[in-house]
């Protein structure tokens, strides 16, 4: 017996609205859909979007929005509190994807050279005050984040907040993987992957030597060459939204259904570095790993990339940068090069910023 929920979607903009649309025409079970941003006009364009695309669809979804204000917690818990969601989908950020297909600025090309780390205390923030607004008016609730979530659930999951996974990264190779393979393929594979190794399938083929790619499992068996297995797939230099949000939408439904089960892929689950395979089952979701990887190689495995290059958190909470990241920000702003505690998370935002606008301006 399956019973369906309310789904909460923080966020209007392209990536936020192409979820909503998805779970409007697809889902197998007639979830209540509510939408939240600051945009009027934007959200009853897509409330009358998404109850046309249910309709057409024949699935049952009814969409309706409320107006939220994501500068505090204390703005944003009567929002949920008025929701009453099952599962909260943030999708909101102050730090644009765009930025990933951009050198036009002194920020973008340390984004470029550092990683995508260098962002992620703009992707953190407003995940951080939704999580925290959960626990006051929604505590059974749980946070899936679409903000770089492979680097922030680990900072959300240390601040203590409901965070089950993410949305994005291995989800779009995993999907790619399985629709390379025919209808049936996504069923077939598991897929490891942190974010920093999609970044191959946005370059020709000739151009991905040397780049550590996923770990990839067809029928449980591993495939030795993944790169070579799958030379024909290619991933726009944009953010890869038409398969990231479809991606992420039976999971999401599935969370919030009643007795509903199922198979997917999904980053940060359980606020783990990088991305896993997942089963949700008896309304917990946990690894579902391929034979022969245990929990710890597999999070071990995910974890080197940031070691290597990017943003770690220890079990503390203190957010520490690495590599060719940490070496950029040393000479371009030493505090922040330095990291911080996760408590100071507003104050880290607001020195990030101004690097970010007097890298822009330059």
């Not at 019973?3 to 979607?9: D, K």
């Not at 009643?258 to 395979?277: C, I, K």
């Not at 702003?333 to 822009?360: N, Y």
Request: aromatic fraction near 4%; proline fraction near 6%; charged fraction near 15%.
């Amino acid at each position: 017996m399956t019973e369906a929920g309310t789904i909460l979607l923080f966020g209007t903009g392209v990536f936020a609205a192409r979820i909503a649309c998805d779970i409007a025409a697809t889902a197998r079970h007639p979830v209540q859909l509510v939408l939240a941003g600051r945009n009027r006009e934007r959200l009853d364009w897509l409330t009358t979007a998404c109850n046309a695309r249910a309709a057409t669809f024949g699935t049952g979804v009814r969409t309706r929005a409320l107006t939220a204000d994501l500068a505090s917690v204390a703005a944003i818990a009567p929002v949920i509190a008025a929701a009453r969601p099952a599962v909260v989908l943030q999708a909101a950020s102050v730090q644009g994807s765009g930025v990933i297909a951009q050198r036009a600025d002194g920020w973008s090309r340390l984004v470029a050279e550092g990683g995508l780390s260098a962002t992620a205390v703009f992707q953190a923030l407003l995940s951080a005050r939704i999580g925290a607004a959960m626990l006051q008016a929604a505590p059974a609730a749980r946070l899936v984040n679409g903000c770089f979530p492979d680097v922030v659930n680990p900072m959300l999951a240390a601040l203590g907040l409901p965070v089950a996974c993410g949305v994005g990264n291995v989800g779009i190779l995993s999907a790619c993987f399985g629709g390379a393979l025919g209808p049936d393929g996504l069923g077939r594979v598991k897929v490891l992957a942190h974010y920093q190794t999609i970044g191959a399938w946005r370059r020709p083929t000739t151009e991905r030597a040397g780049q550590t790619p996923p770990r990839v499992w067809i029928d449980d068996v591993e495939v030795e060459d993944v790169h070579a297995r799958f030379a024909d797939l290619r991933l726009t230099p944009e953010p890869a939204i038409e398969v990231s949000g479809s991606a992420s939408v039976p999971l999401l439904v599935a969370m919030a259904t009643l007795g509903a089960t199922l198979a997917s892929h999904a980053p940060g689950p359980l606020g783990l570095p990088g991305g896993y395979p997942v089963r949700w089952a008896d309304g917990v979701l946990a690894l579902d790993l391929p034979t022969g990887i245990t929990r710890e190689e597999a999070v071990a495995w995910n974890q080197g990339f940031e070691a290597r290059n990017g943003l770690l958190v220890s079990p503390q909470g203190r957010v520490t940068y690495t590599g060719i990241l940490r070496q950029r920000l040393c000479a371009l702003a030493p505090s922040l090069a330095e990291g911080f505690e996760l408590r100071e998370l507003e104050t880290a935002h607001d020195e990030m910023a101004a690097l970010r606008q007097r890298l822009q301006a330059a």
